[in-house]
């Protein structure tokens, strides 16, 4: 895999303020993202979640490393349970920025940096897997989300 970050970046129909609280706060979270209960955007906090895919759970261990209110969130995301093999833990970082493009419409930018550390044979975790991923995220799960929670 390639050294360099994944960037992915969308422009949402929505005020900054909105997208902020839709990646900070865990009402709204857990219906786009993951359920993260008493989620804070403060640096140093540590959270895990479950993601699955097809029927395969993984646990994403995490830790807020930089908050920048309204702005910029990021944390480290280390996966370490791979049960089908003997692999040492794989540390990543995500970061959100987000910057208003006038009053009701914003940029989105995901980085995900650290995706070459992942061995090259590991089901589910290829670069394809991870931009597969975000994009759903994204595009249909945060973009119908801020459609529903405008209205």
């Known amino acids: 895999m390639e050294t360099k970050p994944l960037v992915t970046e969308r422009i949402y129909d929505a005020p900054a303020n909105r997208i902020w609280k839709a990646i900070t706060d865990n009402n709204d979270m857990k219906h786009w993202y993951f359920d993260i209960e008493g989620f804070m955007p403060v640096v140093g906090f540590e959270f895990q979640f479950w993601g699955k895919v097809d029927d395969r759970e993984f ?87 801020l459609k529903k929670a405008l209205v």
């Open 59 to 145: 646990l994403h261990i995490c830790q807020v490393t930089e908050v920048v209110n309204g702005q910029k969130l990021s944390y480290t995301m280390t996966f370490n349970n791979f049960s089908d093999a003997d692999y040492a833990p794989v540390k990543t970082e995500v970061c959100f920025e987000l910057n208003p493009m006038g009053e009701n419409q914003t940029r989105l930018k995901v980085t995900h940096t650290g995706l070459e550390n992942f061995p090259e044979n590991l089901k589910h975790f290829t670069g394809n897997d991870f931009i597969k991923g975000w994009g759903t995220l994204l595009d249909n799960s945060l973009k119908q989300y």
